[in-house]
């Protein structure tokens, strides 16, 4: 089984709720849980299936939903060794790769650090961008020139035609979606005292981003009054 899960409280829904996965008494069930979400939320669920014989595998993706349609992801796989193995076939129906990366939670660990990539890949894509814009060049020149050059990057190949067009009708993904993600991943390395300072830059924008994004019709920005 395969779950791909909003909020923490959606997984401990899914796991222990009236209907959930406990309730239906499915003992010897694999459930692989594909949603970035903190790691002890999955552990208090991987735990509370275990009870029940059913194991939970933390399994994040990497990749857009652009990328899903195409078969373009990356599964970061974590937990029972034998269980990743026999859901091999499942993830190649989606995913052009998986990674046991041993442990439960290394999977998310994984997926963290990769989202810090994201975050920081997409700003610089956009910023350098539009310095070749200022600089005079035509933005789809700068694009293609850069795109296999030694300063490009994953989200520069992909959000870059985007960026050059203006054209963002078909989102991959949603900016609320990412600020969730970012405070996940910001946690994660303040609970690990580690240094993020481009990270810690790029999220700013994110925070912005949603902040202007359009507001329901007749909704009124500024201060209420108390």
Do not use: W
Not at 21 to 49: F, H, M, Q, W, Y
Not at 61 to 71: D, E, F, I, M, V
């Amino acid at each position: 089984m395969l779950t791909s899960l909003p909020s923490a409280k959606a997984l401990d829904e899914t796991v222990s709720g009236r209907d959930g996965l406990i309730a239906a008494g499915r003992s010897g069930l694999t459930v692989a849980e594909l949603s970035t979400l903190p790691i002890e939320v999955k552990l208090r669920n991987r735990d509370a299936l275990a009870a029940v014989e059913i194991t939970l595998l933390d399994c994040p993706l990497s990749g857009t939903g652009a990328q899903a349609k195409t078969r373009d992801l990356t599964v970061y796989a974590s937990g029972d060794s034998a269980a990743i193995a026999a859901a091999a076939p499942i993830f190649a129906g989606f995913a052009k790769a998986h990674f046991d990366l041993g442990a439960f939670g290394n999977g998310s660990r994984m997926k963290f650090i990769a989202n810090h990539l994201v975050t920081i890949h997409n700003l610089a894509a956009a910023e350098a961008i539009v310095l070749g814009e200022m600089a005079g060049l035509d933005p789809a020149l700068v694009f293609d020139v850069l795109a296999d050059s030694a300063g490009s990057s994953r989200m520069f190949q992909i959000r870059g035609p985007m960026m050059v067009a203006g054209r963002y009708d078909e989102p991959t993904a949603t900016m609320t979606t990412h600020v969730k993600d970012l405070d996940i991943i910001g946690k994660f390395a303040a609970d690990l005292h580690c240094p993020t300072p481009l990270f810690s830059a790029a999220v700013q924008f994110y925070y912005a981003g949603v902040r202007a994004r359009p507001r329901r019709p007749g909704h009124r920005r500024g201060l209420r009054r108390a």
